[in-house]
């Protein structure tokens, strides 16, 4: 083929060697992500999650092999973009490991399909949507108190599934999120809409902008 003037013509030799270095950059980063694996998890998750696949039939070469796996079904909403981000925010911030097993764990009571209720529903809350808000906290506010958003997640948790709020806990998510600092507060908002539902979206924007500014649920 001939070049035409003032233009590059890419070789096949050129084409191979960025294909080479594109599989190059996705095993490095594998690697990189198998490690993270290995260092933000337990031995012992790692050895519960090899096993439940091992159970289902699943061969998983150790943490590497955790990464790539495909389940059957469905496919996963997080692809490899998502986890990279996802590792990056939790070395950036120095989180913790025990709140992000923790919402794995209750993650794993809705694959039940029998109705929460009553305490089980509350731990269910506090263990998911209750410890994201805590994580979102200490992005937001490194220096807070831990403990602070749980209550205020655990009632979003419960409205959204249309589960009835124990009104201890909308107390003591009202009393917490005062307690929180101005940065972290937003972690916490959003539970005013459960406490206080709106009808439109303009409703909705109208409180959570006005608890945001007063600090208060």
Known sequence: MVPRKGRTV???????????SAEEVRQASEAAAG???SRL????????????????GLSIDGPDGLIDRKAPGQPSRLNET?????????????????????????????????PLEGA????????????AAEVAARILDEGGV??????AGAIWALSKRDLPIDPAEA?????????????AFPAAAHAVLALKPAGSEFGKRMRLTWAVARGRL
């Open 10 to 20: 890419r070789t096949d030799d050129t084409h191979a060697d960025e294909v080479t």
């Open 35 to 37: 490690e993270r694996i």
């Open 41 to 56: 998890l337990d031995p012992a998750a790692i050895d519960g999650l090899l096993a439940d696949a091992d159970a289902a």
């Open 82 to 114: 998502h986890r990279t981000a996802l590792a990056g925010v939790i070395e950036r911030h120095g989180l913790p490991r025990e709140p992000l097993e923790a919402m794995i764990d209750a993650r794993c009571r809705e694959l039940d399909a029998t």
């Open 120 to 131: 089980e529903a509350l731990e269910w809350a506090r263990g998911t949507a209750g410890q």
């Open 146 to 151: 831990a403990g602070r958003a749980l209550a």
């Open 171 to 183: 107390e003591l998510a009202k009393a917490d999120a005062r307690l929180l600092r101005p940065a």
